[in-house]
């Protein structure tokens, strides 16, 4: 655990000021499609000067520097309490020199604690694997697109939506036209189809560790994939839901098991200050690799 | 591109139409969820809000050398306001109000009658948008938080879309809309 505090806090710094590659590279395409002269350019040119603008003066890309979503997959004998501690102490020091906005509210007292740190305030998901190495991963997810994240429950009857990817399809894109205009699109999505409640909304969140350019392996879910980000773009909602060109930069399906009962459809809507940054540590506790 | 610069006179409001891009110059005042309860619930506003701008933002300020730094300052969603923001345009005479995401009928309806705007930030642009807040001139009502204050700001060139007008004509509405006939021919 050795220097893992100082790359923890690097690790949050470079996620809250600095998009990674892939994602640029999408928005900066997304930025030529649209028509010159309309509201959705501008929206366009703004953003891509606010990446650029955050990276040159290390600041946060956005005042919400949202939950706080580690995903660690550690080899065995990896000390996940110390890692936890460590953690915690990176995130309240990050939050200290503003690399994080003061953003973790006690629900019963409306409270807030100041340093990010309390119930569920990181949030760590450790999994165990094979290998030496560590692979540790943060998502910074801002509230106004978290909150239009959906979770439906086919069938649905308004949708007529059925158990079956066609049912999946309708679901996604009805929650594309819910969350216009909030969650500062254009966005991205995380889904994930089975799975329980609990279980669905975080793989839907997994998703989005995905590489923008990455092929789903599944042929089904790739065919969807794509499908929907053409289909979400049709609809004409645009940046900001200002109209325009782009409406969706990307969708990341997955599937979980369901119980024979129930065919949940999670959403996680990510929006274009898509932050997630992560690193492999050799056994040693140096950084090797950046992964995004 | 169109100037919008202080002081925000009604006939230079309702000039503006539904998708003009504007660049403001001139005070805001900035007031999200506590400040309008309050001023709904007959609160006496500490600055005089008279033809002056509303803008839904919590913004990061610190203190520098005995100086506030604005060190982000992008817009929240404005929907939380809808139930106070018709009454509160009315009651002061609001010339502008900026958010993000839009608001609703009741918002659009006191726009209408007053002679105000909505206008739409870029979401999420905390840094471009800080570095057009030239100066801060002072807060008040800091018991409700730093970010739930009235900060007096005063920004040069600030980009935003006009997307609800004073005619009644609504950005949001209009796109929601035509969305969801799209969607019709798409499932
Ligand atoms: S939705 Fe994203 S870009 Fe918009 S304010 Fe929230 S964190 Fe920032």
Known sequence: MRNLKANLLELVRRTSAELPDDVVTVITSAATQEQEGSNAQYAMNIITSNIDMAKLKSAPLCQDTGSILFFVKAPKGFDQLAFEKVAREAVAEATARGYLRQNSVDSLTGKNTGNNLGPGSPAIHFHQHRGTRADVRLILKGGGCENVGAQYSLPDVRLNANRDLDG????????????????????????????????????????????????????????????????????????MGFGGATTLLGCKIGALNRLPASYFVSISYMCWAYRRQGFILNDSGKIVEWLY | MIQLIEPYAEDKIRALKMGDMVHLSGLVYTGRDAVHKFLHEGGKPPVDLQNQIIYHCGPVVIKEKGKWVVKAAGPTTSAREEPYQGHIIEKF?????????????????????????????IGGAAQVLAECVTDVLGVSLEEFGSPEAIWAFRVKNFPAVVTMDAHGNSLHAAVLEQSKEQLKQLV
């Open chain 1, 168 to 239: 999946v399809r309708k679901a996604i894109l009805d929650a594309v036209i819910q969350a216009q205009g909030k969650g500062c699109g254009p966005g991205i999505l995380g889904v994930c189809i089975g799975g329980d409640r609990a279980t669905g909304y975080l793989h839907s969140k997994e998703q989005l560790l995905r590489m923008m350019d990455d092929v789903n392996p599944e042929p089904s879910l790739s065919a969807l994939e794509k499908d929907i980000v053409i289909s979400a773009n049709k609809l004409g909602i645009g940046p």
């Open chain 2, 93 to 121: 005479t609001i010339r502008a109000v900026i958010g993000k995401g839009g608001m609703g009928p009741r918002t659009l309806e006191a726009c209408k009658k007053v002679g105000c705007v909505y206008l739409h930030a």
